[in-house]
């Protein structure tokens, strides 16, 4: 069983930063690949980034390569996405996720959940 919560997220100008971070409960948290999602008012939530268990490979959805970077800290069970350049079409919930299996752009390969911070860039 792993527990996740987000936090990071907020209100931010267009062209700034914000860094969101997971912090993971359970000991085995090394063992497994993280996601970022979001979700925008009104519409599906969609895959942002993932990273495997190791923290060695890495994925990024278009709308976000280059801006946008995940990592890891096993030692302190907490995954981060680092969030720079944003725009007003960044606005969403922002939810991590972890998967016993590869990591993956498919949000139903997760097992587990947070419960989503909020990111807000304003133009």
């Not at 860094?19 to 996601?35: D, E």
């Not at 008012?41 to 190791?54: D, L, Q, T, Y």
Request: proline share 2%; glycine share 12%; hydrophobic share 30%.
């Amino acid at each position: 069983q792993v527990q996740l919560v987000e936090s990071g997220g907020g209100l931010v100008q267009a062209g700034g930063s914000l860094r969101l971070s997971c912090a993971a409960s359970g000991r085995t948290f090394s063992s497994y690949a993280m996601g970022w999602f979001r979700q925008a008012p009104g519409k599906e939530r969609k895959f942002v980034s993932a990273i495997s268990w190791s923290g060695g490979n890495t994925y990024y959805a278009d709308s976000v390569k280059g801006r946008f970077t995940i990592s890891r800290d096993n030692a302190k069970n907490t995954v981060h996405l680092q969030m720079n350049s944003l725009t007003p079409e960044d606005t969403a919930v922002y939810y991590c996720a972890a998967t016993g299996g590869y990591y993956s752009v498919n949000e139903n390969n997760y097992e587990y959940w947070g419960q989503g911070t909020q990111v807000t860039v304003s133009s």
